[in-house]
């Protein structure tokens, strides 16, 4: 250790700058092009970070590409072909395959002899017959999952391919977008508003242009309805604002014995005030209130048991629970009330 500092000693006081001055401009280049960091792997660096710049022709002017093309095409063509290392004269050479035993007598044992008919009928069958002749003996293994169960299902030959056919997909008929809902979200605020006792159900479903403030009308109004017997708000982009007008309706309403609210955008918050609503409504049998936007969370799913264990009017509940606990109470507690209801009933 000591002799290696003692040569590390006659470095201390070398002047740098010295150095440098003494060096010519081809060193000074050299030594520039060392010292220049370099990353050639990262594909994501330009060319100029990724290799050092090695040209030291100087530019003779802009980029002319319809030149460039020209230039290389030229090249390309005065460029001479290649020799084949081994040249081909077109000679085959070997011999030419001959399978063994091309046709295999079948053993006389295992002759089968028919009916002269038979023997006719058989002879004259088309392929799409011979399909289905397989397939009623149990030879799947010669057609297709489809040419077979079309043969067995049918009672005339429907198949219109022989054996060796080529599979081809299924074509299946476009099945047709639903109808949009054809109710008229004004006039139906309006029957309810007059408390119209012809207007029993009010279905909303996938009307996605329905305002915020409409939606809150609606509920307002069915806190005094008496003839509603089911509000249907599927798909409706209902939020918290509309939830808690919901959970106020419950709160009055006596007549409402199904409510659906699936597929909406109500939150923890919003739900958790439809739930604590349920505990003062006595009507209600049916509440649905799944695939909301976002995951409703463990406390709400114990909220929503404990309120169907309190609750025995409610005999349906639309809602997929994540956790076992909450899902187990809720089932005894569906089991329960319906057969309480069925007790009250027979009674």
Avoid: W
């Amino acid at each position: 250790m000591t002799s290696y500092r003692q040569e590390l000693e006659k470095y201390r006081d070398i002047d740098e700058d010295k150095i440098l001055q003494e060096l010519s401009p081809e060193e000074l280049a050299q030594l520039d092009m060392e010292l220049m960091e370099m990353d050639p792997e990262n594909v994501m660096l330009p060319a100029g970070l990724r290799q050092r710049d090695q040209t030291q022709k100087s530019p003779t002017g802009p980029l002319d590409r319809e030149a460039l093309l020209q230039h290389l095409e030229k090249q390309a063509l005065e460029a001479g072909e290649r020799d084949d290392l081994v040249p081909f004269t077109g000679e085959k050479k070997g011999k030419p395959f001959v399978p063994k035993n091309p046709t295999r007598e079948i053993p006389r044992e295992e002759q089968i002899t028919l009916e002269p008919e038979l023997e006719e009928a058989l002879a004259n069958a088309t392929e799409a017959e011979m399909c289905d002749i397989a397939a009623i003996l149990g030879m799947y293994t010669l057609m297709s999952n489809k040419q077979y169960y079309d043969a067995i299902c049918s009672g005339t030959i429907s198949n219109t391919e022989g054996i060796n056919s080529v599979v081809k997909p299924d074509t299946y008929k476009p099945v047709p977008d639903e109808p949009p809902n054809p109710t008229n979200v004004e006039e139906t605020l309006r029957q309810i508003q007059a408390n119209d006792g012809a207007l029993e159900d009010v279905n909303l479903n996938n009307i996605k242009d329905i305002p915020i403030s409409t939606l809150k009308a609606i509920c307002e109004a069915m806190k005094t309805n008496t003839h509603v017997k089911k509000l249907s708000l599927v798909a409706t982009r209902s939020n918290d604002p509309v939830a808690s007008a919901v959970a106020e309706m419950l709160m009055e309403n006596k007549t409402l014995q199904s409510l659906n609210i699936e597929s909406n955008f109500i939150t923890s918050a919003g739900m958790m005030s439809i739930i604590k609503a349920m505990y003062h409504n006595t009507t209600l049998s049916e509440l649905k209130v799944d695939n909301q936007c976002q995951r409703l969370g463990d406390t709400v799913e114990m909220e929503m048991a404990t309120m169907l264990e309190r609750c025995p009017s409610v005999t349906r509940f639309g809602y997929h629970f994540t956790q076992q606990g909450p899902r187990a109470r809720a089932a005894i507690a569906i089991t329960n009330n319906n057969e309480l209801r069925r007790k009250q009933k027979k009674t």
